[in-house]
């Protein structure tokens, strides 16, 4: 193999692989990226046999062929590599060659005998999303992940369409639960469940990128492709729980807020709350207040009461601070719409404009 090619295409694309190779001592050739190249196209892939991903750029090609090098060292050397826009790459009897104006470099390879070969997933209706819905999908849900192993069906991202059902995004670890809705459907997509770590790579890999990702599955396998990028992991196996039966119908009280108030005010009780991050909402006689109380052993306490639009019973209840504030900025209205089925039961909480997005999350028993 030798090819030439502009410095920032290999930085992007070895950039994308790097994080997906890891240390692996039973197979050593997970470490590594194979760099391939053919008809003008250089092609890096690496894989941990969970994940996978490849990128294409456009190259010289003088002289075909592979190698498999260390992620981590041609990605640290392509960091602090200077100038030299043009960079040649060279295969040496299972090394590379790195060759510039200036410099030349040597990095010790592996056969690319025993690379792992992708999965080829069998596209025949794939689905186009528009990129920035199905990464602002993911962001709006993915925190309420479980992150315990013990369930994988809650470790996940659901996501599901239909004929007649939107594009739905959801996540919950059994304390809080965000769904994300979509007016538009699918009807060949299904249902998928993404595990957390494949979420997270497609949030780095595809965050900020343009256009419409083309999203593809067979069986226990997703592949999500835009231009030069294909990235494909595996599904997890399960049933995620039926969450609609436990979203709240009637309501006893709802109070609206503005988000940027009810954000500063969070923010500045968190500053008292205790170890269990506990914080008391209080809506009284006072129909146009909301009452929010903190207090820790060691630092003190704090009262503030906030201005609002409050309708039904009077309550007081108490609830992970962190779990409300983990959704409000990914509630797309103004003002917040918090509804409430009563005390010790959990608070639903969406925009009061745009409902597209709505959390439910359990209280605390600590009254």
């Known amino acids: 193999m030798k090819t030439i090619c502009l410095k920032n295409h290999l930085k992007e694309a070895i950039g994308l692989c790097e994080k997906i190779t890891g240390k692996n001592l039973s197979l050593p050739i997970l470490n590594n990226i194979l760099i391939s190249s053919e008809n003008r196209i250089l092609r890096f892939i690496a894989t941990n046999l969970e994940l996978g991903i490849e990128v294409e750029v456009p190259a010289k090609i003088e002289k075909r062929g592979s190698v498999a090098v260390p992620a981590g060292v041609v990605n640290n050397f392509l960091i602090n590599l200077s100038g030299d826009e043009n960079i040649t790459f060279e295969s040496q009897n299972n090394n590379l060659l790195i060759s510039t104006a200036n410099s030349s470099t040597l990095i010790k390879g592996q056969s690319t005998d025993d690379f792992p070969i992708l999965p080829k997933i069998k596209i025949d209706n794939p689905v186009l999303i ?151 909402i209080i809506v009284g006689s006072d129909k146009g207040s909301m009452t929010l109380k903190t207090s820790s052993a060691d630092v003190g306490e704090h009262t503030a009461k906030i201005q609002a639009k409050a309708t039904g019973e009077e309550l007081k209840m108490a609830f992970n601070y962190k779990y409300i504030a983990d959704c409000l900025p990914h509630i797309p209205s103004l003002k917040i719409l918090l509804r409430f089925v009563g005390e010790g039961k959990p608070l639903l909480i969406t925009g009061s404009e745009d409902t597209t997005f709505q959390y439910l999350v359990m209280p605390m028993n600590t009254l």
């Open 130 to 280: 528009p990129v920035n819905d199905f990464i602002s999908g993911l962001k709006s849900v993915w925190y309420a992940c479980s992150m315990s192993s013990i369930k994988p069906e809650i470790s996940s991202v659901f996501i599901s369409s239909g004929k007649n059902n939107p594009l739905v995004f959801t996540a919950t670890d059994s304390f809080r639960l965000a769904e994300k809705k979509f007016n538009y459907s699918f009807p060949e997509l299904g249902s998928l469940l993404v595990p957390f770590r494949t979420v997270a790579e497609t949030l780095r890999i595809f965050e900020g990128r343009e256009g419409k990702i083309k999203l593809s599955t067979d069986k226990n396998q997703i592949s999500i492709e835009l231009d030069n990028i294909k990235f494909i992991s595996r599904l997890t196996e399960g049933i995620f729980p039926d969450y609609q039966q436990i979203i709240p119908q009637k309501f006893t009280a709802d109070v609206i807020v503005d988000k940027n108030i009810f954000t500063n005010s969070l923010k500045t009780a968190s500053i008292f709350s205790g170890k269990l991050n506990e914080l008391t």
